[in-house]
């Protein structure tokens, strides 16, 4: 049995990105832009690099992730063209499933499939990767390395997975990312951080290879998210090569080097806050630290049903080894730690957005789908409600 394509290491230099322009045998290039940086320095460079080597290019401005704005990027892109997109997930997660479909017509039923969980996975037979460079202006998604994709359909979310959403290359510039706001630079840290850490907690069983090297990636952005929060305390900018470092360290969360074997349905926070943020059309990174404090609480109180108290405890061994001044207490250090990176546990809700977003969640992601299981919508609602009573940042775990 062959081993799975893995991404290959990032370029670092836009002469690296004329190279791979040159190297892909695809004598045209369509370049999404994500508006947010459309004016941006980085665009220009990108598209010198691109048009250095005689490449034919032309520029798209991403639109949002749902099934029509695919298919109207999927119809600009020839089956004669590599894509290259610059931009945050959202623009990554597009172009993504635009070059699948323009590449691949016959994928589009799987990603129009009509079913009620919200994961939407893509066969192996697809292919392993996609001829498309990605070049991240954000930090914590770490799409431009992972096999996901994130978009609407019918009104609700779906996570698209397999081999095939693998981009080819990546480019990492700390230009890329200078006028990223703090607020989204915490939240980035703090994202890749959940998503490397849910799933050594969500599964139970020990990992003797994956372990060491996921607890060494933790260590690594708790670290770089201690030096950012400094930075940004002191009124300066995360300077370019403490940016750089994370932007290198986000994508690692996705690889089946950190993860091992686990359980890929380990996070039971993800899908929850997922519906939360798309109920309150609220970003996901404002939703997830309440239901990410919320899930640790029902761990904490013995509810195996959302992870391993002792895999959670060895973890927060790990992070007080990195930041020795947070609490014993895991749920307690955790709200310290989101309190120092100034990210906040509010999100105001009423009883009845609790009761709406439980059973979205119990569509898309429960009634014994994998992600949510065997949690009840009793289960589910409980966890709204502890999550998002503003008394939980206050609690002393």
């Not at 750089?244 to 950190?258: F, M, N, Q």
């Not at 919320?294 to 002792?310: E, M, N, Q």
Request: a neutral charge; glycine letters at 8%.
């Amino acid at each position: 049995m062959t081993n799975p394509w893995q991404p290959p290491a990032p370029l670092t230099t836009l002469g690296q990105a004329t190279d791979w322009a040159g190297e892909t045998g695809y004598s045209r290039m369509v370049l999404v832009v994500d508006p947010a940086v459309a004016e941006h320095d980085i665009t220009a460079q990108v598209h010198s690099a691109l048009t250095a080597t005689g490449t034919q290019v032309s520029t798209v401005i991403a639109e949002q992730t749902d099934i029509p704005s695919i298919h109207r990027l999927a119809a600009r892109i020839p089956d004669s063209a590599a894509t290259v997109v610059v931009g945050g997930g959202t623009a990554m997660d597009l172009t993504k499933l635009a070059t699948l479909v323009a590449h691949q017509p016959d994928a589009a039923k799987w990603i129009e499939v009509k079913q009620r969980g919200g994961l939407i996975a893509l066969p192996p037979a697809l292919g392993q990767r996609l001829p498309m460079l990605a070049v991240p202006t954000t930090l914590g998604t770490g799409s431009e390395r992972g096999p996901v994709a994130c978009y609407t359909l019918d009104g609700f979310k779906r996570l698209a997975t397999g081999p095939i959403l693998h981009p080819a290359a990546s480019l990492h510039l700390p230009d890329a990312t200078r006028l990223l706001p703090p607020h989204l630079i915490s939240e980035g840290i703090l994202e890749a951080l959940h998503r490397a850490m849910a799933p050594y907690i969500g599964d139970p069983t020990p990992q003797p290879h994956a372990d060491p090297l996921c607890e060494q990636l933790v260590t690594g952005l708790v670290t770089a998210g201690y030096q950012a929060a400094h930075e940004l305390r002191h009124g300066r900018t995360v300077s370019d090569p403490l940016r750089l470092r994370l932007a290198r360290l986000s994508p690692e969360s996705h690889t089946v080097r950190i993860h091992g074997h686990r359980s890929p349905y380990g996070s039971k926070a993800w899908p929850v806050a997922n519906e939360l943020s798309t109920h309150l059309q609220i970003r996901k990174m404002q939703a997830l630290p309440p239901v990410w404090a919320g899930v640790w609480k029902r761990i904490l109180a013995g509810d195996g049903r959302f992870g391993s108290a002792g895999r959670l405890h060895q973890m927060w061994s790990v992070i007080r080894a990195a930041a020795p001044h947070l609490a014993d207490s895991p749920l307690r250090g955790l709200i310290q730690l989101m309190t120092d990176w100034h990210i906040s546990l509010h999100v105001p809700t009423s009883a009845q957005d609790n009761g709406c977003v439980a059973h979205r969640c119990l569509r898309a992601w429960g009634a014994d789908l994998p992600h949510l299981g065997r949690l009840s919508l009793a289960d589910i609602r409980l966890l709204l409600d502890e999550s998002l009573d503003h008394r939980l940042a206050a609690t002393n775990g």
